[in-house]
């Protein structure tokens, strides 16, 4: 069975700062990647996802991913942090199988700092 | 284009109560999830609809039922609440049968069970 490893709970940047949250997935074959971004008090809205092809993954808000198949990862980044860019942030692995099975992390919450 | 969108938005039941919470969505996607989500442990599958008329069981279906009504709901019943069903409940569709694509979010019921 699939499963996805987000090493850090809770992170802390600076506003202006560089962002890396860290995603490693346990599956056989190439799965289908998502990062998700979850508000206080919201659902989660879809940030880019990796199918196939090009593994540098560009997305809203200025966010990109790199899948790296070597590694195991899908580690989100972005170049400048905004303060509105504080939220959680989930990575989730699909596979198919009868339906699409989306397995998420646990989650790491982002706070930003003035 | 609403969406997915949940009802309610917040509920209190007391042990042994039941409940109904309905998703509906106007994407005229094919398949439907619910998920709970509890702090440190993302977000788990309750169960998923992978089509109009059937229903399957995901990770954690003990204590629920659900029906999906016609293409755009599916809802999902809690016949006897305990305390352990304190949690938010998310609902989810995404497209066409048998062709990947991202799951689109509902807002969340934010359950407690006194």
């Known amino acids: 069975a699939q499963s996805v490893t987000q090493p850090d709970i809770h992170i802390t940047v600076s506003e202006g700062a560089s962002l890396e949250l860290r995603c490693n997935y346990s599956?056989?074959?190439?799965?289908?990647l998502f990062w998700y971004v979850q508000s206080p008090g919201q659902g989660l809205q879809l940030l880019l996802k990796?199918?196939?092809?090009?593994?540098l993954v560009q997305g809203i808000k200025g966010f990109e991913a790199e899948f790296k198949r070597s590694q195991s990862s899908f580690n989100l980044r972005k170049p400048s942090v905004h303060w509105s860019d504080a939220a959680e942030y989930f990575c989730a692995v699909g596979v198919s199988g009868g339906y699409q099975k989306v397995t998420f992390g646990i989650g790491t919450k982002l706070q930003v700092i003035p | 284009n609403a969406g997915v969108t949940q009802t309610p938005k917040f509920q209190v039941l007391k042990t042994g109560q039941s409940m109904t919470l309905q998703c509906a969505q106007d994407?005229?996607?094919?398949?439907m999830y619910w998920y709970r989500q509890d702090p440190g442990m993302g977000l788990r599958l309750i169960y998923y609809s992978a089509s109009e008329g059937t229903t399957d069981k995901g990770e954690v279906p003990n204590g629920y039922n659900v029906s999906r009504l016609n293409k755009r709901e599916f809802s999902l019943r809690l016949e006897s609440a305990a305390p352990s069903q304190t949690s938010v409940y998310f609902c989810a569709s995404t497209g066409l049968a048998g062709e990947w694509n991202e799951q689109f979010f509902g807002p969340g019921t934010r359950l407690t069970v006194l």
């Open positions: 990796y199918f196939s092809g090009d593994t």
């Open positions: 994407m005229n996607h094919n398949s």
């Open positions: 599956y056989g074959a190439t799965p289908y």
